[in-house]
Nanobody
C-alpha cells in the first residue's frame, strides 16, 4: 500500500510559478516510479510528467516540456513538480500517482495508487 498527499496548489497569475509536492508513505519510496497527472473541469485526466525510482529518467508531456520539472527526494519520500511560465490552460487538479510495476508510465491505468489532488488555478 502507498499513501500519497499532494500539496502546493493555489492561485497564480499567468506567467507565474508554483511548486507542487507529493509526500508518500507506506512502501519504500525509492523502489517505485512516480508521476504527475492533471484533470481540468469536464476533461479526462492526462499525463504531465513521470520520474523513475532513482530520478535518473524523466518524461514529460509535450505541453509542459521546458516549463515543468519533475524531481524527487528519496530521503524525504517526496516528489516535486516545479511549474514555470504558467498559463490558464494549466488550470486543473494535479495528482501524483505511484507506479509500482514500471519505471515511468504515461497512462492512468498504469498507476496503482493516487492522492486526492491539489487545485492549481492560473488567472489571466
Amino acid at each position: 500500500q502507498v499513501q500519497l498527499v499532494e500539496s502546493g496548489g493555489g492561485v497564480v497569475q499567468t506567467g507565474g510559478s508554483l511548486r507542487l509536492s507529493c509526500a508518500a508513505a507506506g512502501r519504500t519510496f525509492s523502489t517505485y516510479a512516480m508521476g504527475w497527472f492533471r484533470q481540468a473541469p469536464g476533461k479526462e485526466r492526462v499525463f504531465v510528467a513521470a520520474i523513475s525510482w532513482n530520478g535518473g529518467s524523466t518524461y514529460y508531456a509535450g505541453s509542459v516540456k521546458g516549463r515543468f520539472t519533475i524531481s524527487r527526494d528519496n530521503a524525504k519520500n517526496t516528489v516535486y513538480l516545479q511549474m514555470n511560465s504558467l498559463t490558464p490552460e494549466d488550470t486543473a487538479v494535479y495528482y501524483c500517482p505511484a507506479d509500482l510495476l514500471r519505471n515511468g508510465a504515461y497512462y492512468v491505468q498504469d498507476y496503482a495508487y493516487w492522492g486526492q489532488g491539489t487545485q492549481v488555478t492560473v488567472s489571466s
